[in-house]
Every structure is written in structure tokens, then in C-alpha cells.
């Protein structure tokens, strides 16, 4: 038993869990930041539609809340680019450009736009703040999620799309 | 008072919050699709450390700050837990969700982030993201006013 540990741990978690526990807790930290700073729960994808209404005259764009918040938004954004930024330029390898079909990114990206909206939030208002405080609703949320996506990777995956 | 109106603590705040943010998601490689899509086919399960040690983190100080906290210094806002409402829209979001993230390894946070390591191509993704929020609320839009005029036009 022993030794089948060790290699359970390298089959599932090829590249080790450390960056990735890391990288977690600061995740984790920056959405803490701000909401000791401001009792707001920032998620990321509300950026979408109260940055929309910069651009359009549509009232459920428009709502007082989505006004009210657009310009840190718009901020929060930013900092999140530039975040990412800093560690490549301080501690990555390099910038780093994705392999994966530009179509994956357009009709993946589409949908994900579509679901976050209906669904009320996405991977860090539900996944991380939503499950943090173990709310049902975002419990729900990301089960589902999570099961369709790894349905559809691995279908795309058995059909040969690759990246 | 609009949340923009807060002034510089606030702001710099959001600034400090964003940029640890996003530092995160670089460090745990969630910028790159590709380590998503390995672990949505189990190729590495590592993401699931990345949203658990995230999920830690929130819970623990929400809990604390419920327990302990009084108002957001910045705010006035008080620490309370603000649950969102279910209905069967968090179900078909989390689907539609589910099936974009599947298709492109991608999602919002992640997505500004990969701007950041350099990822360009991940423009098509954010621009994708943009065409989605606004249909979906050309199509909210739509329904709400036929439901108010009562027509069945369309």
C-alpha cells in the first residue's frame, strides 16, 4: 500500500499541488481583501453586463446596481490583467500564448456569457465566495456546471478536438 | 452613494484586491486554458485544490467577519451572508455555464487573467462573453416586455 500511494498522487496530480494550492489561497485572499475592505462580494463576471452599460441603452444593462458599480468594475478588471501580469514578469517563464482552436475560445466563451447570466454568477462568485459560505443555491450552481463541462470536454476530447 | 463615489480607499482597495486576484490565477496556471481542459479529462486534478484552497479562505472570513465583524469600514455595508435566490434559471445557467467552460477552458476571472500572462487569442473568448451577457439580455429584455403588453406577436 505503501507504494501505491505515492504514484496515485503523481497519476492524478502530474504537476504536484502546490502552485495550484497557492494560487488558490491568493485567489481566495484577493476576494477577502475586498469584501473586509467593502462588504461587497466581488465576482467576476458582473463586469460583462455593468461594463454593457457604458455601451448600451438597454435597461437591464442599465439598472441602478449595475451604474452604481460599473467604473470599479471596470477597475477590479484591470487589476486582475495586471495581477496576472506582475507574476509573469516577475516570477513566469515567459508570456505565454494558449494553443487551444480559436473557435473553442468564440462559441466557448459565447455560452459561458449566456450561462454566467442566467445562472446569476460563474466560477468565483459561485465557486469560490458562493461555496465559501456554503450557500445552497451556489452549491447547486456548480455541480451542475462542473459535470456538463467535464461532459463536454471529454466528448470534444473522444472526438479527436485537440487542444 | 453610488459604489463609485467612494472614493480613493475604496478604490485602492479593489485595486489591492484585483491585483492579488489575479496574481493568484496566474500562480495556480487557472490563466491557461489548457490546465483547465486537463482537468475537466482528469488528466490533472489540480483545479480542485485551486477552488478549495480559494473556497477555505472565503468561507473562513465571511464566517469571521459575520461572527466578529460589524460594517465595512469602507462602505457601511455590514458583514451579513447574502444568499442568492434558487430558482431553476441557477440550474440552465450552470448548464449553459458547464458547456462554455467544457468547449473553451475558460471563465470570466480566468480569462482577464490570461490577458495578463500574455494570451491574446483569449480576446476572442472575452468578445464571446460580451456577445453572450448581451443576448442573453436582449432576450430577457424581449420576454419581459411581450409578458407586460400582453402580446403574442413574436
Known amino acids: 500500500m505503501s507504494g501505491l500511494t505515492p504514484l496515485l498522487v503523481e497519476g492524478l496530480f502530474p504537476n504536484g499541488i502546490a502552485h495550484y494550492a497557492l494560487g488558490g489561497l491568493l485567489i481566495g485572499l484577493g476576494t477577502a481583501v475586498i469584501y473586509l475592505g467593502t462588504g461587497i462580494i466581488a465576482g467576476a463576471s458582473t463586469f460583462l453586463e455593468s461594463t454593457l452599460s457604458y455601451a448600451s441603452d438597454l435597461p437591464r444593462f442599465n439598472k441602478a446596481k449595475y451604474v452604481a458599480s460599473r467604473d470599479w468594475r471596470v477597475v477590479f478588471t484591470l487589476s486582475i490583467v495586471a495581477g496576472a501580469a506582475i507574476y509573469t514578469v516577475l516570477f513566469g517563464d515567459g508570456w505565454w500564448v494558449s494553443d487551444v482552436q480559436p473557435w473553442r475560445f468564440a462559441v466557448g466563451g459565447v455560452l459561458v456569457g449566456v450561462g454566467t447570466r442566467i445562472g446569476k454568477g460563474c466560477t468565483s462568485g459561485h465557486g469560490v465566495c458562493g461555496v465559501g459560505s456554503r450557500s445552497r443555491t451556489s452549491l447547486v450552481n456548480v455541480a451542475t456546471f462542473m459535470l456538463v463541462a467535464i461532459g463536454v470536454a471529454q466528448l470534444l476530447s473522444a472526438l479527436g478536438v485537440s487542444p | ?154
Do not use: H
Open chain 2, 1 to 154: 452613494m453610488s459604489d463609485d463615489e467612494r472614493g480613493l480607499g475604496f478604490m485602492l482597495v479593489v485595486v489591492a484586491g484585483g491585483l492579488i486576484f489575479g496574481f493568484g490565477l496566474a500562480v495556480s496556471n487557472m490563466a491557461r486554458p489548457e490546465v483547465v481542459l486537463d482537468f475537466l479529462q482528469f488528466d490533472d486534478l489540480g483545479l480542485v485544490f485551486v477552488m478549495g484552497g480559494a473556497a477555505v479562505v472565503t468561507g473562513t472570513v465571511f464566517a469571521l467577519a459575520e461572527a466578529f465583524g460589524d460594517r465595512a469600514p469602507l462602505t457601511g455595508r455590514d458583514y451579513g451572508r447574502r444568499l442568492k435566490s434558487f430558482d431553476k434559471n441557477v440550474v440552465v445557467g450552470g448548464v449553459v455555464f458547464g458547456a462554455g467552460w467544457g468547449i473553451s477552458g475558460i471563465c470570466p476571472g480566468a480569462a482577464y487573467a490570461s490577458l495578463g500572462v500574455g494570451n491574446y487569442p483569449i480576446l476572442i473568448a472575452i468578445g464571446g462573453m460580451f456577445v453572450g451577457a448581451y443576448l442573453q439580455g436582449l432576450w430577457r429584455a424581449r420576454r419581459a416586455e411581450s409578458a407586460v403588453t400582453g402580446t403574442s406577436a413574436d
